[in-house]
């Protein structure tokens, strides 16, 4: 059987947190971030480059066009080019499934920093399958206070809730 040419999968971890955020507020495929601006979000979607034409399709198949005007696709591959976003530019930043290659958790964490201010929240939504994802929440409570928000057991995807340490509590 052939897979329609448009055909992409959803992860059950961008599921999993757009429920969440559904719950609490009120990429596979830029999923999680059309949720957010259905919920009335300013939003900026990223991906790498080959990605974002899928991304913009996908804004323009799935969100009204007076909600479109508040979403921007940009291109954001982690530790590259970050100058193109004003440090602690994002309020909330919605992450699924991206940690997964551990070769790319260090640019990850850079990426992470440069985006949050000391306010920013992240929402983490991701399965813990190997040792080397815990090796990554142990990497990111270096820089982040990290709790666990949410646990779906039949999905077994976790949402973990991150924000900037503050740097008067480590002193």
Not at 12 to 24: C, F, K, P, R
Not at 110 to 124: D, F, G, K, M, P
């Amino acid at each position: 059987m052939r897979r329609p040419r448009n055909w992409a999968v959803v992860w059950d971890a961008a599921i999993v947190l757009s429920t969440y955020l559904e719950m609490g507020l009120g990429a596979g495929t830029g999923l999680v971030g059309i949720v957010a601006a259905l919920l009335g979000a300013h939003v900026t979607i990223t991906d790498r480059k080959v990605a974002l034409e899928f991304l913009k399709s996908n804004v323009q198949a799935n969100l009204p066009p007076h909600i479109q005007s508040k979403t921007v696709v940009k291109e954001l591959t982690w530790g590259q080019n970050l100058g193109s976003f004003s440090p602690g530019e994002f309020d909330l930043i919605l992450g699924a499934d991206i940690i997964y290659l551990e070769e790319t958790f260090t640019d990850l964490l850079q990426t992470l920093e440069h985006l949050c201010s000391n306010h920013s929240v992240i929402l983490l939504a991701c399965r813990i399958r190997y040792e080397q994802d815990n090796n990554f929440l142990a990497m990111l409570e270096r820089q982040f206070t990290v709790r666990k928000v949410h646990y779906d057991p039949e999905k077994d995807v976790h949402i973990y809730e991150a924000q900037k340490r503050n740097q008067k509590e480590d002193l």
